[in-house]
């Protein structure tokens, strides 16, 4: 299975995070499984891969600290060995981390 992590530390409040990283990820063109107010989950529509390729994202929001912001936790993973360095699973995550960095830019 392969699976890529990241995290991303924000200064803004958590329903602002949470709006950011919904649209970001309807950006990316992920379909939302499931989503709460420190959890989503998003997956990629089937048609483009292989039912094992299929990239699931995984955002753990934790709630601001008083030193820090929120801190966001992102999971990529799919059933697909990462047999090479540039597979799906990893194009997915580069995708989905530098939409996330460049929301949180702006």
């Not at 699976?3 to 990820?25: C, D, K, W």
């Not at 998003?42 to 390729?53: D, H, I, L, N, T």
């Amino acid at each position: 299975m392969a699976r890529y992590t990241n995290f991303f530390i924000t200064g803004s409040s958590l329903p602002e995070v949470h709006q950011s990283l919904v649209a970001v990820l309807q950006s990316c063109d992920l379909t939302l499984v499931y989503e709460d107010s420190s959890y989503i989950v998003a997956k990629e529509k089937p048609g483009q891969v292989s039912f094992g390729q299929l990239a699931t994202v995984e955002l753990l929001i934790n709630p601001p600290t008083t030193q820090s912001g929120a801190k966001v936790d992102l999971v990529v993973k799919n059933e697909e060995l990462p047999l090479r360095a540039e597979n799906h699973c990893h194009d997915v995550f580069q995708v989905v981390n530098q939409a996330i960095s460049d929301a949180a830019a702006t």
